[in-house]
């Protein structure tokens, strides 16, 4: 069996992800990206199509990260890599904080800068990208995106594959349900339900 890391994806995200392991000391082999991918990701060779997944198993890797920003896409690609076998990894970046009673799924990126606090929860698949920050007993569901600079005070449960757009700020105790879509730099004091996209000072509804 190899111990270095296979990484889905060889965009920007991949790139950031990519750095994030090596500071984790990890080594990553392979990128697996689509039929228009480059040829390197950050030094990473990267080989098109899915079907490298299954042929690099073959090879001896069992370890994954997705790094793929669409919150659906990097949840397909991801049960597609479990359903092959791989086991996947998650990527925290040394200068990140994480209290130590915070609860972390698998396949999970976070970002230097990025503060989480206590007893919270980052479900498997998440994104809390760079110098976000989630304050305590806040539940981050799976395949959610934290984009950078956001700002989450405590008690905020935020829904499976919904996105925080950059900069934006949710007030304690509010939930942000499942396929939400936050514009960049909104403000959340209500409570955000159903699916759909919201934005503005205070968070709104953009079409119903
Ligand atoms: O079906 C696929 C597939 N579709 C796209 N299978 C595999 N294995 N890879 C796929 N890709 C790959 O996603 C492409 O080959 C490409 O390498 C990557 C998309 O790259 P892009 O730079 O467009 O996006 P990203 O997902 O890496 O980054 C986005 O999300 C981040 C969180 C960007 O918006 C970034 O700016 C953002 N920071």
Known sequence: ????????GAGGHAKVCIEILREMG???AYCVGDANALDRCVGVPVLRGDENLMSLYAAGYRRV??????????NSLATSAIDIGYKLTNAIHPKAILSPTVRCGEGVAVMAGAVINAESTID??????T???????????RAVHIAPQCVLAGNVKVGAFSFLGIGS????????????????GSVVID???????FVGVPARRLNK
């Open 191 to 197: 409570d955000l339900l159903g699916s759909g996209t």
């Open 26 to 28: 990890e080594t990553v």
């Open 1 to 8: 069996m190899k111990d270095e890391i296979v990484v889905v």
């Open 124 to 129: 498997s698949l998440a994104i809390i990208n």
């Open 131 to 141: 110098g976000a920050t989630i304050d305590h007993d806040c539940d981050i569901g």
């Open 65 to 74: 990260f997705v790094a793929i920003g669409s919150n659906r896409l990097r």
């Open 169 to 184: 700020k949710v007030i304690p105790e509010r939930t942000i349900a499942e396929n939400i879509n936050l514009g960049a």
